[in-house]
Structures are given as C-alpha cells and as structure tokens.
C-alpha cells in the first residue's frame, strides 16, 4: 500500500479550502491535510493538520518535496474579511504605536512606520468604492501618516 510514509514521491497537495483561522488547508494523494501556516503567502509553510481535522491545529512540519495545483477557481476571500481584519489590525497597531507602544517602530508588523502606512493605503485602495470601510476613511489613514511618520 502506498502512503506518506513509505513512498518517496513528491506531495501533490491539492486545495481545499480555508480553516477558522484563515490558514489555507490542502489535501495531498493520500488524504492527509496540510495547513500553511503563513496565511496564503508565496511561500507556503505546511503543517500537518492535527488528527487530519480541517479546522485542528497545525502540528508537524512537512518533511518532504510538495507541489501545490491551482485551485479550479482562485482561493481569494470573497467577502474580504481577511482585508478587513487585516488592515483593522494595523489600524491598532497605529493606536497601540502612538499610545502605550512609545512610538517603538517594533511593535509595528513590518518594523518600519512608513511602509506600515503604505501598507493600510495597499489595503484600503484594495476595495472596490462600496465596500470601504466605514470604521476607516482615507483621511483617518493620512491622519495616522502624519502623526507616525512625523518625528517629533
């Protein structure tokens, strides 16, 4: 019988799907799933799936070649929730920076004010006029801009 273990060929892991914490899941040639720890990037880093639950936890690195097949439609978050969670999380980051974070550009996720704030104007621009965020405008980013990338 083949599996995992005793057979040497590369993983083919095909996607299916994204879990409760918005990591990718993959399912390879012999059933077994696989999460990408760094949410989606270029770079996958896939753990096993604890006991080969889609929403269990990453375990244990893989060990062996994997080739990724395209999704039959694109994996992209259709209802961008990841988008709004994402740039709310980096409109914290600017609160938390300019208050008890003592303006310590290392608290920030990229280390850098400016490429912060590009980041959030990335993101923000990313949506489609209907679905800005309401919570956030465009003038509120420039607002954070100005009071982070101005050294006082």
């Keep these: 019988m083949k599996s995992p273990e005793n057979n040497k060929e590369i993983l083919t892991m095909k996607p299916i799907g994204i879990d409760s914490w918005s990591r990718p899941v993959y399912e390879d040639q012999y059933g077994r ?16 799936a604890l006991n080969n639950a889609f929403d269990g936890e990453p375990d244990l690195p893989i060990r062996r070649p994997f080739f990724i097949l395209a999704a039959e439609e694109e994996q992209v978050d259709k209802d961008k929730s990841f988008q709004y969670q994402l740039l709310d999380r980096f409109r914290c980051d600017c609160d938390y920076y300019l208050g008890y974070g003592n303006r310590n550009p290392d608290i920030l996720p990229s280390k850098d004010e400016k490429e ?28 954070y801009e100005k009071a982070i990338c101005t050294k006082e």
């Design 33 to 48: 799933l696989w999460k990408d720890i760094t949410l989606g990037s270029h770079t996958p880093e896939l753990c096993s």
């Design 116 to 143: 912060h704030i590009e980041a959030m104007k990335r993101i923000w621009l990313s949506f489609p006029e209907d679905e800005k965020p309401e919570w956030l405008t465009w003038e509120q980013i420039l607002e």
